[in-house]
């Protein structure tokens, strides 16, 4: 037995558009401010930081020799549409918004990857040396 689709579930793609649309400015203004490794400290936990990925989740893959760029683009490409399939089915607000955040999110990095090979990265997280 299928599952009805939920009625409006593509009204959750405007939250996803807004936020690859905010993930794009963020990372031009940071682009505009700061070069490769430039630092600023805006805790004693968390800087912003220029830094391009050309890997997955911390550099997985970085100096893979260039193939990776397709390959994660293609498991991007993948999350997405079953992202949209989870969506479309839908679940709680909670449930939806969580979805839509992690589309919007891959969206945004899926972009970077295709367009200039890399996913442009700025958030530094630290505590302690880690």
């Given at each position: 037995?299928?599952?009805?689709?939920?009625?409006?579930w593509w009204r959750w793609l405007g939250v996803s558009l807004a936020l690859i649309v905010a993930d794009q400015a963020t990372k031009a203004a940071i682009l505009a401010a700061l070069g490769p490794g430039e630092q600023i400290v805006v805790t004693g936990f968390f800087s912003l930081v220029l830094a391009y990925n050309t890997g997955a989740a911390f550099s997985f893959l970085a100096d893979a020799g260039g193939w990776q760029r397709w390959f994660f683009a293609g498991i991007a490409i993948a999350a997405s549409i079953f992202l949209l399939w989870m969506l479309r089915?839908?679940?709680?607000?909670?449930?939806?918004?969580?979805?839509?955040l992690i589309l919007g999110g891959a969206l945004g990095n899926l972009w970077d990857r295709i367009?200039?090979?890399?996913?442009?990265?700025f958030l530094l997280f630290h505590y302690a040396g880690w």
């Amino acid at each position: 037995m299928g599952v009805t689709p939920s009625p409006n579930w593509w009204r959750w793609l405007g939250v996803s558009l807004a936020l690859i649309v905010a993930d794009q400015a963020t990372k031009a203004a940071i682009l505009a401010a700061l070069g490769p490794g430039e630092q600023i400290v805006v805790t004693g936990f968390f800087s912003l930081v220029l830094a391009y990925n050309t890997g997955a989740a911390f550099s997985f893959l970085a100096d893979a020799g260039g193939w990776q760029r397709w390959f994660f683009a293609g498991i991007a490409i993948a999350a997405s549409i079953f992202l949209l399939w989870m969506l479309r089915r839908g679940g709680s607000k909670v449930l939806c918004l969580g979805v839509t955040l992690i589309l919007g999110g891959a969206l945004g990095n899926l972009w970077d990857r295709i367009t200039i090979g890399r996913v442009t990265d700025f958030l530094l997280f630290h505590y302690a040396g880690w």
